[in-house]
């Protein structure tokens, strides 16, 4: 089985602070992406990477940036954290095929809180 | 409008029941669609797959797709209170990444 594995399952952090959030997947997957799911809002993508160094811009990725330097791990950065980044952090990787397109294998989630 | 829209919900079935979920979605370049199923306080779970017109079928689940309409589908056949979760579709534009509907919350009573 796809396992997508996000280092942390809670995480309080205070207002200002950089923050990490890692994502690791073991089934070489080309490509991954970092959502955030609030209640009434659903999933909203932040970033995703269809390749090693490359990045690509979501529907929300102000405040956030990301990082992948190496094909299995995919990073988010909250560069100065603030209250309303508090959410559910669900990263996801799947195969980047040229001719079909997969559905996503989702890790177990990072809820942040941000006092 | 949204680019991918779901019945609101809840819904709720009984035991033995079909529940049928909708999705409608506003591109009509998309190609490829899915459905996923969130347990409360889990992540969501890929369960289906579909990217021609028609029926797929995999044992209780049926996802049906009409592209003229521009509308998904997904049934459950004899539903169990297993099956009780929020069902997401995901919508495919370009390739490699989704945009999701909010949801749709499916309680089976026993």
């Known amino acids: 089985d796809v396992k997508v594995t996000q280092s942390s399952r809670y995480l309080v952090k205070r207002t200002g602070e950089k923050v990490f959030l890692e994502c690791v997947q073991d089934m070489d997957h080309e490509n991954m992406f970092w959502y955030r799911q609030d209640p009434g809002l659903g999933l909203r993508l932040i970033y995703f990477s269809y390749d090693v160094k490359m990045k690509e811009k979501g529907d929300i990725p102000e405040g956030y940036s990301v990082s992948r330097e190496k094909k299995e791990r995919f990073s988010l950065i909250l560069e100065s954290a603030s209250t309303n980044q508090t959410s559910m952090y669900l990263c996801a990787s799947s195969l980047g095929d040229r001719v079909i397109s997969y559905g996503y294998t989702f890790g177990s989630g990072t809820r942040l809180t941000v006092v | 409008q949204k680019e991918v829209e779901q019945n609101s919900g809840p819904l709720s079935v009984p035991e033995g029941a079909i529940a049928s979920l909708n999705c409608t979605y506003s591109?009509?370049?998309?190609?490829?669609f899915f459905w996923y199923r969130q347990y409360s306080g889990k992540s969501p779970e890929l369960i289906m797959s579909?990217?021609?017109?028609g029926d797929k079928e995999d044992g209780r689940f049926t996802a049906q797709l009409n592209k003229a309409s521009q509308y998904v589908s997904l049934l459950i056949r004899d539903s169990q209170p297993s099956d009780s979760a929020t069902y997401l579709c995901a919508v495919m534009l370009v390739p490699g990444k989704s945009t999701f509907g909010d949801g749709t919350t499916l309680t089976v009573k026993p």
């Open positions: 579909i990217y021609s017109n």
């Open positions: 591109d009509r370049g998309s190609q490829s």
